[in-house]
C-alpha cells in the first residue's frame, strides 16, 4: 500500500486558491491518485482522480508532478462551503477489491 | 438511482446489546466497505467485500461481523456493544472494474453506546 502524507489543517480566505499537496513516495506504476472531500456529518465524495500532470474538472485541479510522488489539489477561489476535509488516496494495486485505507486527512477551514 | 442507503441513521445502544447496521446499493457495485469515523478522525476501514459471499478484515475488525448476503446488500453487526464502538458507520461501494474505481458513501449511521 502505498502511504500518503498531507497536512493535517489549512487555513484560508474567501475568493483565495487554495492548494493541499499530498506526498507518496511509494506509489506503484499503475497507481491512480484519488481525492476525497468531506463535509460535516456526511460521508465522503469523490473529487477528482488522475494519474499524471494535470486534470481539472468543475470542482478541482490535480497537479502530479513527472516523478509522481506527489500531488496538489486546487481549489480555485474558495468559499466558506469549501469548509471540508480533504483525504488523498493513493489505489493499491494487487487485487480487484483494494484494501481502501484512509489518512487522517487535511482539514480545511475557510474563514469571510 | 438512490445510490448507498444505510439504515437506521441513528441508534442508542447500552453496553453488551447487539444489533445490525444495514446497507444496501442499487448501482450493480462488487465491491463494498464498512468504516467507522470517531469524532474529529478519519476514517478506519471495519471490513470490506469483493463480491457476494465474500468478506476480508479491514484495519479494525474486532468485535464486528459482516455477511454479504447478495450483491446489493452488506451488513454489520455488533454482537455485544461496547462504549468504544460509539462512532458514525459509513458504507460504501466501488463500481467495476475496481481497480482505481471512487468509493461511493452513504450517510452513515451514527451509533452511541452507554
Known amino acids: 500500500l502505498a502511504k500518503t502524507t498531507q497536512p493535517i489543517s489549512m487555513d484560508s480566505y474567501e475568493g483565495q486558491e487554495v492548494n493541499i499537496t499530498c506526498s507518496h513516495n511509494?506509489?506503484?506504476?499503475?497507481?491512480?491518485i484519488t481525492w476525497y472531500q468531506q463535509f460535516p456529518s456526511q460521508g465522503p465524495r469523490f473529487i477528482i482522480q488522475?494519474?499524471?500532470t494535470k486534470v481539472t474538472n468543475e470542482v478541482a485541479s490535480l497537479f502530479i508532478p513527472a516523478d509522481r510522488k506527489s500531488s496538489t489539489l486546487s481549489l480555485p477561489r474558495v468559499s466558506l462551503s469549501d469548509t471540508a476535509v480533504y483525504y488523498c488516496?493513493?489505489?493499491?494495486?494487487?487485487?480487484?477489491?483494494?484494501?481502501?485505507?484512509f489518512g487522517s486527512g487535511t482539514r480545511l477551514s475557510i474563514q469571510p | 438511482n438512490a445510490g448507498v442507503t444505510q439504515t437506521p441513521k441513528f441508534q442508542v445502544l447500552k453496553t453488551g446489546q447487539s444489533m445490525t447496521l444495514q446497507c444496501a446499493q442499487d448501482m450493480n457495485h462488487n465491491s463494498m466497505y464498512w468504516y467507522r469515523q470517531d469524532p474529529g478522525m478519519g476514517l478506519r476501514l471495519i471490513y470490506y467485500s469483493a463480491s457476494e459471499g465474500t468478506t476480508d478484515k479491514g484495519e479494525v475488525p474486532n468485535g464486528y461481523n459482516v455477511s454479504r448476503l447478495n450483491k446489493r446488500e452488506f451488513s454489520l453487526r455488533l454482537e455485544s456493544a461496547a462504549p468504544s464502538q460509539t462512532s458514525v458507520y459509513f458504507c460504501?461501494?466501488?463500481?467495476?472494474?475496481?481497480?482505481?474505481?471512487?468509493?461511493?458513501f452513504g450517510n452513515g449511521t451514527r451509533l452511541t453506546v452507554t
Open positions: 488516496l493513493v489505489g493499491d494495486t494487487d487485487s480487484n477489491a483494494s484494501k481502501i485505507i
Open positions: 460504501a461501494s466501488r463500481a467495476p472494474p475496481d481497480y482505481n474505481s471512487p468509493l461511493h
Open positions: 488522475g494519474y499524471k
Open positions: 511509494n506509489i506503484a506504476t499503475n497507481d491512480y
